[in-house]
């Protein structure tokens, strides 16, 4: 069973730092997907960035990017000067690979996520 | 506004009524997902269609819960005999291929007094 864990309730961040919120993953798939959404205080789930297993780079997304260390199973995001509009709910997902059975559609597992607070 | 939408984005409704919940995908997704996300917790998977075919329902669909996407197009999420247990926010999200990221819609907030 796919198992996403992200340790953090509740960060605070100055404006304008970097803060790592961070996300631990558990499966037996080789083949899988790991997402970060951002959930404003609106409700829309907005997605920030996307990392393959088979990936051998980190992902970048304009001030986001992912520090993925497979061995460890974690997949943390980095989020670099950081702005007060960041202020968010932020969730950890990953998408099932196709397993044993050899079918997968790509639903998403979360974690219960991180509430980051930027502070001006 | 070429995003996912629901209709409505909010319901309140008394325990015991059925509520219906409406999603339109972005025009060229043929996968749709719905999740149910409960206060302070993460979205959870609850059904998922490619094209009109539901090809996957997870547990936490009972029998009360019944989804359809006629023509492949908008889907349905209906809840018949509803719970108080059942409120929750109700999200829809759209993908153009399995490994792509899902577009999520805003959400219907459901209240059940």
């Known amino acids: 069973a796919q198992k996403i864990t992200q340790t953090q309730p509740g960060m605070f961040v100055q404006e304008k730092e970097a803060v790592t919120l961070d996300c631990t993953y558990d499966t037996s798939d080789q083949s899988y997907g790991l997402f970060w959404y951002k959930q404003p205080s609106s409700g829309e789930m907005i997605f920030l960035i996307y990392?393959?297993?088979?990936?051998?780079q980190n992902a970048t997304e304009g001030r986001y990017s992912l520090n993925f260390q497979k061995a460890r199973k974690s997949a943390n995001l980095v989020i670099s000067a950081s702005q007060l509009g960041d202020s968010a709910m932020y969730f950890c997902?990953?998408?099932?690979?196709?397993?044993?059975?050899?079918?997968?559609?790509?639903?998403?597992?979360f974690g219960q996520g991180t509430i980051l607070t930027v502070h001006p | 506004d070429t995003g996912v939408s629901q209709d409505p984005r909010h319901k309140i409704t008394k325990r015991g009524q059925n509520v219906t919940f409406r999603c339109d995908p972005i025009s060229e997704h043929n996968r749709l997902y719905w999740y149910r996300q409960t206060l302070g917790q993460g979205p959870e998977f609850l059904t998922y269609?490619?094209?009109?075919?539901?090809?996957?329902k997870s547990r936490l669909l009972s029998d009360r819960f019944s989804a359809e996407r006629p023509k492949g197009s908008f889907s349905t999420l209906e809840i018949q005999r509803t719970e108080q247990g059942d409120s929750a926010m109700y999200l829809c999200?759209?993908?153009?291929?399995?490994?792509?990221?899902?577009?999520f819609g805003p959400g219907t907030r459901l209240t059940v007094t």
């Open positions: 999200a759209s993908s153009l291929r399995r490994t792509y990221e899902q577009y």
């Open positions: 997902a990953m998408r099932e690979g196709p397993g044993a059975g050899g079918t997968s559609y790509g639903k998403l597992t």
């Open positions: 269609f490619q094209n009109e075919a539901q090809l996957e």
């Open positions: 990392q393959g297993s088979y990936d051998e």
